[in-house]
């Protein structure tokens, strides 16, 4: 019987973590209390640099970075605890779904998050430092924000891309800073006199920076050079290419999921309150803008075959009034 009570509480409290349904007040304002502590901590990171602001509310910054590891600890602890209920992970031996969940990113970020509070106590390290890295727990953000969510996505889904460009990159970067050496190192020993030097400006043109504290100045350094310039281009395009492709890729499969989604509460012709309310939930996971959830609507109540269930016009999108339908 205690087994089962604190089975049910551990499902309850991941559902408050982890999972803001519709009308499930208790997750939705857990997520803002949360969301409210984040901003709070990095305003508060900036702010401590300020020296007289600093030095003025050093004992309030003191007492909110105790307050908020210890609420960072506690969610960290019971998200852990809670990791077995995570969908999928119900067959799965507790212990190995708990350490699946420590080597996910959201954990990793959740345990930077408090981590450099208690290193302070560990090793001695410039505290100046450790105050940075709590700005961190700027990433912690990434659990709420539907577009967040979508990068982490393209990154994870196209890092052997990525990794394949920078492949590239680093044997650009090699041939350009050798390039350069062999026709400027006469010329410039001090800025060029190896090829470890010469990578500050081949990185720099790479990218197309041109800081300009580093400049070729013989006339086959000068055109090597604006080869390499022109080849940077292209190199920076690379990863913005693979970049975009992966966000349209994942708008057009965030949209296809609410397609489905509507598709499915259209099946017996009617979309009631609930489902609307569902679908609306849904959109906000997704990402999906209100504009286009209606265009969805509207292709997937064509294809049904039903009316347009919607308080909306079918031919704007715009919301129509229940006392102008009324009438």
């Known amino acids: 019987m205690a087994e089962r009570e604190n089975t049910g509480l551990r499902r309850r409290i991941y559902e408050i973590l982890e999972v803001a349904e519709s009308g499930d007040k208790a997750s ?43 609420i960072f600890t506690i969610e960290y602890g019971l998200r852990v605890w809670t990791a077995v209920e995570r969908v999928g992970q119900r067959r799965v031996p507790a212990l190995k779904s708990r350490f699946r969940y420590l080597m996910s990113p959201v954990a990793i970020i959740d345990l930077l998050a408090i981590l450099p509070f208690y290193l302070s106590f560990i090793i001695a390290v410039d505290l100046r430092f450790l105050r940075v890295l709590r700005l961190l727990r700027v990433f912690k953000l990434t659990r709420y924000s539907a577009a ?16 394949a460009a920078f492949f590239v990159l680093i044997i650009v970067l090699i041939l350009a800073s050798s390039g350069i050496y062999l026709f400027e190192q006469d010329a410039q020993p001090e800025a060029f006199g190896s090829i470890p030097h010469a990578m500050w400006w081949a990185m720099a043109t790479l990218t197309t920076v041109g800081y300009g504290d580093v400049t070729p100045i013989t006339p086959f350094g000068k ?3 604006a080869c390499i310039t022109i080849v940077g281009i292209g190199m920076v395009a690379l990863p913005a290419g693979i970049l975009a492709s992966g966000f349209a890729d994942q708008l057009r499969r965030r949209r296809e999921a609410l397609e489905r989604e509507f598709q499915i509460a259209l099946e017996d012709g009617i979309i009631d309150e609930d489902e609307e309310r569902a679908l609306e939930v849904r959109r906000q996971e997704l990402g999906v803008s209100s504009d286009a959830a209606e265009d969805i609507r509207r292709s997937a109540t064509k294809r049904s075959g039903t009316p347009n269930t919607s308080n909306s016009c079918p031919h704007c999108g715009r919301s129509i009034s229940r006392r102008a339908m009324d009438s």
């Open 28 to 70: 939705r304002w857990c997520d803002y209390a949360l969301i409210v502590l984040i901003l709070i901590n990095i305003i508060a990171v900036i702010l401590e640099t300020v020296p007289p602001i600093q030095q003025a509310y050093d004992d309030v910054f003191d007492k909110l970075e105790l307050i908020s590891v210890g």
């Open 148 to 163: 967040m969510t979508m990068l982490l996505n393209v990154f994870r889904e196209e890092a052997s891309s990525f990794y």
């Open 223 to 225: 055109l090597f050079g």
